[in-house]
């Protein structure tokens, strides 16, 4: 069982962040926040795809300026994304759920203070997101692109923002590997109770950002950090989603849809699994309640898997098996046999509703 660090709760438009909440998942835009349609579509989209927040890039004027007509149009919780210029912040703020600002390139502390007296004016939370690219030049300085100094970075900045009576915070430390990226958030997290964003910056193509990010972020949630997440990955905005949902699922964090257990390939299966295990994922693709299922290829493993399986199927030569709790329930063969494993499998999610 795993124990989350016990954080304070923000709230980023009407989802809580931190304490004990369910952990979003988010991502982030690709397409220009001043293309109001486009940025629309891709916000629904990313809804559509179960992304519970969304943050936009606010590089101009005209980006900010557009931020409120999004905001009309779409459900999702928006932060707005904020580097080098403090004003964009302001303009942004009166509109947005949440501001980001990268305190290695935000400017001065004139400039901090007035981004954070808009967002107290409004109740809004501010991420201080710290990047082991961009960090102040005295951190860098002294500690390079290390652990150390997104760490020093990070405590400087939260305790800028306490002395300025300031605490809905929340904080992501992001670096483009796995080892910087974890030892710095477990190097933070007992310093501070304040709510943690979870991912690893720049993590690549959908390959490579999936194996670092399950690596780091599986690494961390099993350790009972994190509060929320980002799956940063070159591509499939959708992907992002998909592939955050699946780590909090397969770390035992969340316990919704089905969790498919199938054999590796080998010269014991008597069907063409690889199809039948798509086909199940296809077909299956809506149920949320959790379900424990097993696809097998051969009986010298099925029996065993189907005694803890909701339901399971076992190939055999011409024909195979569908059991419940290791019982068996039909011996069949061609597509009658995954038929009848789909109802069985339909039937339990019924039952779980």
């Not at 070159?234 to 989603?241: N, S, V």
Request: aromatic letters at 6%.
């Amino acid at each position: 069982m795993i124990k989350r660090y016990p954080t304070k709760q923000i709230f980023v438009g009407n989802v809580p962040v931190g304490g004990d909440a369910p952990i979003p998942v988010q991502s982030m835009c690709f397409t220009k926040t001043t293309d109001v349609e486009a940025t629309v579509e891709q916000i629904r989209a990313l809804h559509f795809a179960g992304a519970d927040i969304v943050r936009l890039a606010v590089p101009n004027k005209e980006a900010a300026l557009a931020l409120k007509e999004i905001k009309k149009q779409v459900d999702l919780p928006i932060v707005a994304d904020i580097h080098f210029h403090y004003k964009l912040a302001l303009i942004a703020a009166e509109v947005v759920d949440c501001i980001r600002i990268n305190p290695g390139n935000i400017g001065d502390k004139k400039r901090v203070q007035e981004v954070v007296k808009a967002c107290q004016e409004r109740n809004l939370p501010i991420r201080i997101g710290v990047n082991s690219g961009s960090l102040e030049k005295q951190f860098e300085d002294r500690y390079g692109q290390t652990p150390e100094g997104m760490v020093a970075s990070a405590d400087y900045n939260i305790k800028y923002l306490e002395d300025l009576g300031f605490t809905d915070i929340k904080v992501s430390l992001k670096a483009s590997d796995v080892q910087r990226t974890v030892q710095a958030y477990r190097t933070l997290r007992p310093m501070n109770n304040y709510a943690f964003h979870l991912g690893v910056t720049e993590a690549g193509t959908q390959f490579h950002s999936t194996i670092k990010s399950s690596i780091a972020l599986g690494s961390l949630l099993l350790d009972g950090i994190g509060d929320t997440l980002r799956v940063s990955m070159t591509g499939e905005l959708e992907k992002e989603i998909e592939v955050g949902k699946a780590i909090l699922k397969d770390v035992g964090i969340t316990k919704e849809g089905l969790n498919i257990i199938s054999c590796p390939t080998c010269g014991r299966i008597e069907a063409d699994l690889v199809s039948a295990v798509a086909e199940v994922e296809k077909r299956t693709k809506h149920i949320k309640a959790p379900l424990d299922v097993s696809v097998m290829g051969c009986v010298v493993n099925a029996i065993g898997e189907a005694k803890s399986a909701d339901v399971a199927i076992a190939f055999g030569k011409g024909s195979g098996l569908v059991m419940k709790k290791g019982e068996i329930v039909a011996k069949l063969s061609g597509d009658a046999l995954i038929n009848k494993f789909l109802e069985e499998v339909e039937f339990e999610a019924e039952k779980r509703k």
